[in-house]
């Protein structure tokens, strides 16, 4: 079961914030700090886990500030298989004591105290959360049986060990269910209660043991996982072994984070990276673009990183042309991993597009000036790439670089979106203007496509299918927008047959880096 959708009201920032757009897998919210980011997955904590909150996170926002009719806390989830409909949990005042108490609703049945047998169950970790809530809501979920016991107090000693360098030992003391422990014992046998160690070893070993109940499990429902800022504490290189163990816990459960690190944000699927701002009332809201734009400037500055610490990130720098490629080859190597034939995942390599072939003599020699590593190059098959590739070649500082121009057979000039399959191709085109052209529009048949495209490259090619279109839909926009068109082509990557003329090139570039 995974959440589908939420409704938070008057839960300190979040006023009026609805969002609608949650992946199965991993999810991740970035913004600046004081935006609400936190406030998003402690409303979905009281949502799941509290009875009550306190008077301190009502919001205080005043009434031309917000739209909904309430004066309390509501926050409603609805869920992917659940014929409930969305569920709602008020938070209102008691008289007789501090604090506003949770009844929660679905279509006007009180679920309050039946709640956990219509929800999954949901972990959230923070510094701020209950210690104890999140102690006793990990041991609701492990199983006490010998062998499956000792694998996971195994495989989470590993996470302590491989992703926090730590030397501790965990262990549970689960003598009183009611009050459950965790332990640490330390190279020097000293054993001591997780409580009294610090808040950094507090969320090593949280992690740790979440990951191996999380990885171990076989349940077809899962559950949910809700983590504030995973990074915190952690150098680069842990970073980067959180973030790939939690991919992998994504595809069981839902995953969903908020962070400052660029190391958790995965180009590859981007479409689960979500941007938390303040509107002009000073409500939590978010964008799902702005942070795409301009080459994801405003994700560079959000989170403080410059050109240089953006290289360092990733071990392998590939620059190319525009961010039609950009966007694609992550999801390109993700899917050669997935079937063997490369080595190296995305997190290993760096995409950085210059806008347009005409800066990247310019934009290489920038790169070269910051750092001093190995980068490669992909250019378009045409006039105006070849012409580039002359320019680097005449500059020694280039001279230990990796230039690739892929060349589509039988057609004198190419680009990025010939390599794809025809059948993809094809598929795409008619699907875009499909959703474009809402009434009356007949998909172009393929003798059709074949002959708009006569062996010329894309660009002529999408030239000559928006004229067809404006002649034959007069009141349609023609235009066929290249980053809509490469989220489409996106979505339906699924192997390498779709971009087989391709796969050598990517296995010259891993080789090149890997000779490095």
Not at 186 to 191: A, K, S, Y
Not at 420 to 440: A, H, K, P, S, W
Not at 469 to 480: T, V
């Amino acid at each position: 079961m995974r959440i589908q959708e939420i409704e938070i009201l008057n839960y300190k920032t979040t006023v009026d914030f609805k969002f609608n757009c949650f992946k199965n897998g991993l999810n991740v919210f970035i913004g600046t700090n004081n935006v609400g980011k936190s406030n998003i997955l402690e409303a979905l904590n009281a949502f799941f886990n509290r009875s009550y909150i306190d008077d301190n996170e009502v919001s205080r926002f005043l009434n031309h500030q917000k739209v909904n009719e309430y004066d309390y806390p509501v926050i409603g989830i609805d869920f992917d298989i659940s014929n409930l409909g969305m569920l709602y949990a008020h938070f209102q005042p008691n008289k007789d004591k501090k604090g506003l108490d949770k009844n929660v609703y679905a279509q006007s049945t009180n679920l309050a105290n039946t709640l956990k047998e219509h929800v999954p169950k949901f972990i959230y970790l923070s510094r701020t959360n209950d210690f104890k809530q999140t102690i006793q809501s990990l041991v609701g979920m492990i199983s006490f049986e010998n062998q499956l016991y000792s694998r996971l107090l195994t495989n989470a000693n590993q996470f302590m060990s491989e992703i926090f360098d730590s030397t501790y030992k965990l262990y549970f003391d689960y003598r009183n269910l009611d009050d459950p422990q965790i332990r640490l014992i330390d190279e020097f046998n000293d054993d001591d209660i997780l409580e009294n160690k610090s808040s950094g070893t507090q969320m090593a070993a949280l992690i740790s043991l979440l990951l191996s109940i999380g990885l171990n499990d076989d349940s077809p429902n899962g559950f949910i996982v809700a983590i504030d800022e995973p990074e915190t504490s952690l150098h680069i290189g842990s970073q980067k072994k959180l973030f790939g163990f939690l991919k992998e816990l994504s595809k069981k459960h839902q995953v969903l984070i908020t962070t400052h690190s660029v190391v958790f944000i995965d180009k590859a699927h981007d479409e689960s990276i979500f941007l938390v701002k303040r509107d002009h009332l000073g409500r939590t809201d978010y964008h799902l673009k702005e942070h795409k734009n301009e080459n994801w400037k405003s994700l560079r500055e959000i989170l403080g990183t410059t050109i240089s610490d953006g290289l360092l990130l990733g071990e392998y720098n590939i620059v190319v042309e525009g961010r039609t490629e950009q966007f694609l080859f992550p999801t390109m190597i993700e899917i050669l991993v997935s079937e063997g034939l490369l080595k190296l995942d995305t997190s290993m390599y760096n995409f950085i597009s210059a806008e347009g072939s005409a800066k990247i003599e310019a934009f290489m020699s920038i790169l070269k000036d910051k750092i001093e590593l190995p980068l490669c190059l992909f250019l378009d098959n045409d006039k105006s790439g070849l012409n580039t590739k002359k320019q680097i070649d005449n500059k020694i500082k280039f001279s230990g670089d990796l230039i690739i121009i892929p060349k589509k057979h039988n057609f004198q000039e190419s680009e990025i979106e010939d390599f794809l399959d025809d059948d993809l191709l094809y598929d795409c085109i008619n699907e875009y203007y499909t959703r474009q052209i809402t009434t009356g529009y007949t998909p172009l048949e393929e003798l059709q496509l074949k002959e708009l495209r006569s062996n010329l490259k894309f660009n002529e090619f999408k030239k000559n299918v928006e004229g067809h279109i404006a002649s034959n839909y007069p009141e349609a926009n023609k235009d066929l927008n290249k980053m809509a068109f490469s989220l489409l082509i996106k979505e339906k990557l699924r192997s390498s047959s779709q971009f087989q003329e391709l796969v050598s090139n990517f296995k010259y570039v891993e080789k090149y880096f890997l000779r490095k």
